[in-house]
């Protein structure tokens, strides 16, 4: 299993930038596909972003070229760097981690960190 934080979220103008940032401890961090999700008030969560333990990247539509996702295995952690931000990038951001053979959606979750852009 594996233990998550999620850090760097707040209030942006939209236009604005914000780069959240992950820890991992407890399990072997590369053996681990790492994903962004997020989830705005009354919608289900949703998938923004994930890399896989080779560095594959995959993106929501909605984020594509505004939004990058990033990981460091010698540090244990993973970044979405965040730029171009709107209003509807308004939500709580969670950090997952799962092993590759485990279906996406599952695996271990942070406790989310809220991101509120302004108009």
Not at 36 to 42: F, S
Not at 49 to 74: C, E, L, M, P, Q
């Amino acid at each position: 299993q594996v233990q998550l934080v999620e850090s760097g979220g707040g209030l942006v103008q939209a236009g604005g930038s914000l780069r959240l940032s992950c820890a991992a401890s407890g399990s072997a961090f590369s053996d681990n596909v790492m994903s962004w999700y997020r989830q705005a008030p009354g919608t289900q969560r949703e998938l923004v972003a994930r890399i896989s333990t080779v560095g594959t990247t995959n993106y929501a539509d909605s984020v594509k070229g505004r939004f990058t996702i990033s990981r460091d295995n010698a540090k244990n952690t993973v970044a979405l760097q965040m730029n171009s931000l709107k209003p509807e990038d308004t939500a709580v951001y969670y950090c997952n981690a799962r092993p590759a053979w485990v279906a996406p959606g599952r695996g271990s979750w942070g406790q989310g960190t809220q991101v509120t852009v302004s108009s």
